[in-house]
């Protein structure tokens, strides 16, 4: 009956009555050789590693997340990322203590999102994760277009000095790796790093959940 009031539908390929279907998990799960070291356009001068294509049962969690409103797919992306970081600390990419800062979002796209995925996936990812520390150090200043549809060269100049360092992280925090949902051009991991290191911060990766 209540499937009837409010239709139940799995996130990743629209199956009824689950949230999350099984295929769709197998989809998402994290292999033993992921995430793969990918080359964004833009270069942000550290290694960028992605768990996987932006598309199929991975890309429609992220936009049911980011633009449906859909909380109850955090935690499969989390799973993910959570994954995604375990392999990067026992292949020695990044080395713990270790700061996880978000990527950036909007100040107005969080609030009609009602908060900023990427900064609740990593929370969820890094759940009792001994030596782990989420830090929403950035943000991105006013006039920031929405970068769907623009080219590369566009994403870099809509972005360029538009993100800003809003909670100062510690240098004895170790190592930090800028988290993001998904990687294009690689434009705004590149902005972030900047600022992160500018700023003192070691930053030695970017993590994306997606790669398009």
């Not at 993910?80 to 292949?91: D, E, F, T």
């Not at 590149?190 to 700023?199: I, M, N, P």
Request: charged share 20%; proline share 6%.
């Amino acid at each position: 009956m209540l499937d009837l009031v409010l239709p139940l539908e799995c996130g990743g390929c629209g199956a009824r009555s689950t949230r999350w279907c099984d295929t769709c998990a197998r989809d998402l799960a994290v292999r033993p050789d992921e995430p793969h070291l990918i080359s964004p356009r833009v270069d942000p001068g550290v290694p960028v590693f992605s768990l996987g294509r932006y598309a199929g049962a991975r890309r429609e969690a992220i936009v049911a997340v980011k633009e449906h409103g859909r909380a109850d797919l955090v935690g499969p992306l989390a799973v993910a990322l959570r994954a995604g970081l375990a392999h990067l600390l026992g292949w020695g990419v990044v080395a713990s203590p270790l700061t996880v800062v978000p990527a950036p979002t909007r100040r107005w796209a969080a609030r009609r999102r009602g908060g900023d995925p990427v900064a609740r996936v990593a929370v969820a990812a890094t759940a009792g994760c001994r030596g782990i520390n989420v830090v929403q150090a950035l943000r991105t200043r006013a006039l920031v277009a929405d970068s769907v549809g623009l080219s590369s060269s566009d994403r870099q100049r809509n972005i360029a000095g538009r993100v800003k360092l809003v909670c100062p992280i510690r240098g004895e925090t170790g190592d930090a790796v800028v988290i993001d949902d998904v990687v294009t051009t690689g434009a705004t991991a590149c902005e972030s790093v900047h600022v992160l290191q500018s700023a003192g911060v070691a930053v030695v990766a970017v993590l994306a959940i997606a790669n398009a």
